[in-house]
């Protein structure tokens, strides 16, 4: 585990004590306007208020609400290297909201004397909880950057590439009066161009690299190839995808004026995280925890479905219900996939290969499987173990993912996210039968990553709801 890692873990540590204490001293201060707005008038003392049935129910679940709420949030994805403008903002928001949630649950059910209590009330709950809440953060955030600015504490960094666009960025992240907090630990020569650093900086060469980064304990990593183009950044992306860890690009004044580069990305030299997930980091836990009820429910619910496909499976033709096969996740990791067998045993005992319209080797009720989608339902359980996600790029196998890759460099972006049961490919392109279509139908999926959101999932979903219904893409 990097330095990184181990950080990331303790302040996320140090922010839910933080945030369990303060909710609870913000609650039992709240309890105490709550007293004198209505409490007595309805308990003969504060110490018989304050130890009634509800209120101590209260100041137990009452916490423990506001940490699902702050998970929800977000706030507790990024803690190492985190933004207090972001920190601000995700705390104004979440308060706000929690706020509003906890007063219609609980304090609506109070009745003062005169309707102004009930504002009175809820103005006092939200300042309290802000104020209790923030301060701790901030603090807790404040020390943490004060490390990482003055240099006191830095992460792992290798950069990728050694000519005199690496240098430049090297020298610029040294020669920074306040630091970005990148130990950078060397370079890797690519073989991509001529060599503008001393050799003593060469931490290797790309072939080293998984023995570098286990080596040097490398946190982070930064590309800074000579050429910025498509095809030379893709390159060293594929090199790196496969280590889940942050990766940033350093590009230069040109870059910056001819892409949509998102201003908060850069400070001081500009560097863009080019492997970081484009869904807001709250959507994101929303998205693992739908995830997780849909899938338990999909395979309680449609255990019935289960049965019965898996005995016509049985009967159309010899061999097993489920057909099990490697494909690359999440960083490329491999994971095996669960689908029941459409086509019949043996049928790629010549190599992989791609199924085509009439393709002899599919099962007749295979094929009305496909037709349907109903092949797929298995794959419920790979997104319960967390292998994959209901909406996401399809995965591939090893053998067809490098053929995509060396026709498309840019395929390796899909594995910054979990892979989807379905995806905007899949109801767009639906099954590809070559290479060519392959390539095709990842650009929806590049497109997808670019605008991942929770509202574009439902969309997908209801897309893949009518290919199931009427057994045909869109």
Known sequence: MGRLQSDTRRQRFKYLIADYVTANVAWWIFNLARYHAIGHFMFSSLEAYLTSANVVMGQVLVPLFWLVIYYYSGYYNETAMKSRLVELKTTILSVFYGSVIVFFIVVINDLPKHYMSYYKLGLIMLVLQFMLTYLPRAVITAVQSGKLHGRHKGYATIILGCGSHAREVWQALGSMDISMGYEVKGFVDMGDCTCAVDEKYLAGRSSDLPMIIDRLAIDRII????????????????????????????????????????????????????????????????????????????????????????????????????????????????????????????????????????????????????????????????????????????PERRYFAEQIIASAPYYCQIYTVRPGITSWGMVKFGYANDIDQMVKRLQFDIIYLDNRSLLLDMKILIYTVKTIITGKGI
């Open 223 to 394: 590309i800074a190839p000579e050429r910025l183009d498509g095809d030379g950044i893709a390159a060293y992306l594929n090199t790196v995808y496969r280590y889940d860890l942050p990766v940033s690009l350093a590009v230069d004044d040109e870059y910056i004026l001819t892409h949509n580069i998102p201003l908060s990305t850069i400070y001081a030299y500009p560097l863009i995280d080019v492997n970081k997930d484009n869904m807001p980091a709250g959507q994101q836990n929303v998205k693992r925890t739908l995830d997780i009820v849909v899938s338990v429910l999909t395979l309680v619910i449609l255990s019935p479905l289960f049965v019965f496909l898996a005995l016509k499976v049985r009967h159309d033709s010899p061999g097993p219900v489920l057909y099990r096969q490697e494909r690359l996740g999440k960083g490329g990791r491999p994971f095996v996939i669960y689908k029941f067998r459409t086509m019949y045993v043996g049928a790629e005992q010549g190599g992989p290969r791609l199924a085509t319209d009439g393709d002899g080797r599919i099962t007749p009720f295979g094929r009305t499987m496909r037709k349907y989608r109903l092949d797929e339902l298995p794959q419920f359980w790979n997104v319960l173990t967390g292998d994959m996600s209901i909406v996401g790029p399809r």
